[in-house]
């Protein structure tokens, strides 16, 4: 079992900057390909990012890049997001989440990869 904790939420004037941390239970953080995704009212839950095990490969959609960088501390069993210039657009609850079956390198996502989620933390770009 891997137990996920997300914090770091809040609400920002438009422009502003948050990090988000996830901290994981267990050992083997290592060996888990790490995603966040988020999901707006009404909205399906979408990927934001993604990183490898090691943090050798990392994804991001297309609207995220250049704003937002994920990034691990494998030592500390934590992933973060760090989300600057944050636009109203960006109002959601952020979930990171873990894939324990990734391959080396791999970035997996889809959210049928991911087995663990954490509760989510809520994020607000204010106008």
């Known amino acids: 079992q891997v137990q996920l904790v997300e914090s770091g939420g809040g609400s920002v004037q438009a422009g502003g900057s948050l990090r988000l941390s996830c901290a994981a239970s267990?050992?083997?953080?290592?060996?888990?390909?790490m995603g966040w995704f988020r999901q707006a009212p009404g909205k399906e839950r979408e990927i934001v990012a993604c990183?490898?095990?090691?943090?050798?490969?990392?994804y991001y959609v297309d609207s995220m890049k250049g704003r937002f960088t994920i990034s691990r501390d494998n030592a500390k069993n934590t992933v973060y997001l760090q989300m600057n210039s944050l636009k109203p657009e960006d109002t959601a609850v952020y979930y990171c989440?873990?894939?324990?079956?990734?391959?080396?390198?791999?970035?997996?996502?889809?959210?049928?990869?991911?087995?663990?989620w954490g509760q989510g933390t809520q994020v607000t770009g204010s106008p």
């Open positions: 990183i490898s095990r090691s943090g050798g490969s990392t």
């Open positions: 267990g050992r083997t953080f290592s060996r888990y390909a």
């Open positions: 989440a873990a894939d324990p079956d990734a391959v080396a390198g791999g970035t997996p996502r889809a959210r049928y990869n991911y087995d663990y």
